[in-house]
């Protein structure tokens, strides 16, 4: 049974770390892009964002040439 629980642990552990990795590298490119957007635009979003939907949606559509990924939202 003890076995089991720790397993159960060990699980949840990995689970979580991965999490937290994603979390912190997400949080440092929003902290990254944030000052990029402040040096080159003076703090406007508007181009940084439209720029961001268009990369995303091309990183979404270039490897299999369509965007069923957007269809599970």
Not at 6 to 13: D, H
Not at 47 to 65: E, S
């Amino acid at each position: 049974m003890k076995k089991n629980k720790f397993s159960l642990f060990r699980y949840f552990l990995k689970n979580m770390s991965v999490v937290i990795g994603v979390v912190l590298v997400w949080r440092g490119i929003w902290y990254l892009l944030d000052a990029v957007d402040t040096a080159l635009f003076g703090g406007f979003h508007a181009y940084t964002a439209l720029g961001g939907i268009v990369l995303g949606l091309l990183i979404l559509y270039i490897p299999d040439k369509d965007l069923k990924e957007l269809e599970k939202l």
